[in-house]
């Protein structure tokens, strides 16, 4: 079964959760396919969104934590450049083909949110944040499987793009803040006079890094950069390692 939302308004005016399950009997069928139109406001309350084969997500509205999985298919946005997810926090899971694969021209999925943290199998992630961003740390109890998980894990290329700082830090139960393998590549751009700043490593396996900032580069103690690739640091101020730190 498919939820096929092609002009639809789902809101919550009693700030209560809004939970959507496209495969609630765990049939092993069901995806959730938004038109760019649709959308969903909880207010102050948290968005689970929750299917067995592929998400397509409009607009997600909420002023706390928003948790999508998908569990064999991927998870991609409207196709549009509108901001596809508002909320403090933001917690993305997918076990199948990928995990926010992008279809708009500029390949990014859009976001006005604080902090996020991903995982995924195979599949690209490509997130443009209207702010500042964080990377892991996330401890509400309404996303409590962030705690023990990567802030970011994939087989595919990660780029993050934020209008503002960006800090990679630990789970709170002490996980890596961001980590891929292969051929994976990886680049971190903090624009509008953001700066980058590495409280958790930066780690991939064969692919390349590059850590770009309009300010400056901060790599906290212990927190490397690990790639048997290339390795690219621009910052526009200054770059600064402390403790034993390494790239």
């Not at 995990?99 to 990014?108: C, E, I, M």
Request: hydrophobic share 40%; glycine share 12%.
């Amino acid at each position: 079964y498919w939820r096929d939302w092609s002009s639809d308004v789902c809101s919550s005016d009693l700030s209560e959760p809004v939970v959507i399950s496209a495969d609630h009997d765990r049939s092993g069928t069901g995806g959730i396919e938004m038109a760019s139109e649709a959308f969903v406001d909880a207010n102050a309350g948290w968005i689970d969104i929750d299917a067995e084969e592929e998400i397509r997500i409009g607009e997600l509205r909420t002023s706390l934590d928003i948790d999508i999985r998908s569990r064999q298919g991927i998870i991609t946005d409207d196709g549009t450049d509108s901001v596809n997810l508002y909320a403090d926090n933001v917690y993305i899971e997918s076990h199948g083909l990928g995990l926010v694969t992008a279809s708009d021209l500029q390949g990014f999925v859009d976001t006005a949110i604080n902090r996020v943290e991903m995982q995924g199998q195979a599949g690209d992630i490509r997130i443009s944040n209207d702010r500042a961003l964080m990377v892991g740390g996330i401890t509400t109890s309404d996303l409590s499987d962030a705690a023990n998980v990567d802030g970011i894990a994939t087989s595919g290329n990660v780029h993050l793009i934020a209008q503002g700082d960006i800090t990679v830090v630990a789970s709170s139960n002490g996980e890596t803040g961001l980590n891929t393998s292969g051929n994976s590549d990886v680049l971190i751009e903090a624009r509008n006079g953001g700066s980058i700043d590495l409280s958790s490593s930066v780690n991939t396996g064969l692919g390349d890094i590059g850590l770009i900032a309009d300010s400056n580069i901060l790599q906290n103690a212990a927190a490397d950069i690990t790639t048997t690739g290339d390795v690219l640091i621009y910052a526009g101020n200054a770059w600064r390692m402390e403790g034993d730190t390494k790239v």
